[in-house]
Every structure is written in C-alpha cells, then in structure tokens.
C-alpha cells in the first residue's frame, strides 16, 4: 500500500511570496489533515477534510492560507503571502473515514521564509 | 493554552533496559490517546493507542497507561532497542472516530549501546 505522498520536500521562499504544497493521501482515505509542525513543537491541525468538504478549519490563517481538495482525492494547500513565522514542517496526513483515529502522515514539506 | 504536554523535552536509555515517556492532559473531554514516533526527515508513524476506557493497552514491546483521574498517560519501552531513537509525540483526541488530534512538543529518546 504506497503511502501518502507530499511535494515538495523543501522550498525556501522570501517573505510575501506564494507558495503551494501538494498532497495524495493513501488510496480510500476520505479524512484529509494538514498539520504544521514549527521547530520544537507538536503537529498543529490546520484543516480537516471529509472527502472535499471542510469539517474543522478553525485553526486556518485564512487571510493568508488557503486549501481545496476539490475531487475528494489530492489537496493543496497555498500560503499568500508568506510571513517568517510560517518556517515550519507542513505535514499532510490521511485517514478512513469512520476509522479510529490512527492517522497515516506523509514525510512533510519543509518551508523556509527568508 | 498546550491540552497535551511532554514535559521532558529529551531522555536517554541504555539499550535493553526499560524506557518510560510520559504525557499530561488537560482537557476531560478528551477520550482517545495515541503514540506516535518521528525519525527525522520522516513523517510520523503510529505507535500505539489507547481508549478511555481502557487503563493499559500492550503491542509486543510497547505498553501504554492510562490514569484519567490524573489525567495522565505513559509509554513504556521494553527492552529498549538503539532502533527506537526517536521523537515521539503524545496525542489526543475528543472521540475515537475521525477527529481532530492535539499533540505533545514531543520528546526525544535516545537509547544508547
């Protein structure tokens, strides 16, 4: 079973540019997370998804951040503009819907912002 | 406002000996609880869970306690192999079934040969 996959693993941006970060989650998850995972810190839950509807996006800077997940499949999520606090790892995490809470991550995407 | 904290920010363990990584909750709606380990460059891998129902669970060499009265939970290793360096993450959720999880700051252990 392949696992969820991230791109990209590493960007480095300047402060006030875009960026987008991609997500495939593994085969027949409906539940879609993205976390961010500053320096030190645990995984923060930015946005859940239950098939390509929004369930928790509370935690979302959304003057800033955005994300869809418009066929229910892959995701993007996109920063504009960049701030330096938004260093950070980026993970994308899958799960079945109606499943226990066991969450399955990719290997994340590292952003720098100079 | 940190739910879930991992007050030891690091720990080291002489291989085959027992490693005990401990958790603290401040939210009582929170009913499941689950381990995960981070190798670096890697996302997180599940570990283990357990329900609140439920005071212990066991998976081979991974034992995990639950005490709700003090809010409180702990990871054991036994014994304790060079291969589980690793970060790993306390988490938490309100419900056992597609929720959101809160995570620890994680604590780093380093078992030593």
């Known amino acids: 079973e392949a696992g969820v996959a991230q791109s990209p693993r590493y960007k480095i941006i300047e402060k006030r540019q875009s960026v987008a970060f991609w997500c495939n989650p593994i085969?027949?998850?409906?539940?879609l997370y993205w976390y961010q995972q500053i320096l030190g810190q645990g995984p923060k839950l930015l946005i859940q998804?239950?098939?390509?509807?929004?369930?928790?996006d509370s935690q979302l800077p959304k003057d800033r951040f955005s994300a869809e997940r418009l066929k229910g499949v892959d995701s993007t999520l996109k920063i504009q503009p960049a701030k330096l606090e938004d260093s950070a790892v980026y993970l994308c995490?899958?799960?079945?819907?109606?499943?226990?809470?066991?969450?399955?991550f990719g290997p994340g995407t590292r952003l720098t912002v100079l | 406002d940190q739910q879930v904290k991992q007050n030891s920010p690091s720990l080291s363990v002489q291989e085959g000996r027992i490693s005990i990584l401990n958790c603290d909750y401040t939210?009582?709606?929170?009913?499941?609880f689950l381990w995960y380990k981070k190798y670096p460059a890697e996302g997180p891998t599940f570990l283990i869970s357990?329900?609140?129902?439920?005071d212990k669970n066991e998976d081979g060499r991974f034992t995990v306690f639950l005490n709700k009265s003090a809010k409180h939970l702990s990871l054991h290793i036994v014994p304790s192999q060079p291969g589980d360096s690793a970060v790993y993450f306390c988490?938490?959720?309100?419900?056992?079934?597609?929720?959101?999880?809160?995570f620890g700051a994680g604590t780093i252990l380093r078992v030593k040969s």
């Open positions: 995490a899958s799960s079945y819907a109606g499943g226990q809470n066991e969450q399955f």
């Open positions: 085969s027949g998850h409906a539940t």
């Open positions: 998804f239950q098939n390509n509807g929004v369930v928790d």
């Open positions: 939210n009582s709606m929170f009913d499941y």
């Open positions: 357990i329900s609140s129902i439920k």
């Open positions: 988490a938490a959720s309100e419900g056992e079934y597609g929720n959101k999880l809160v």
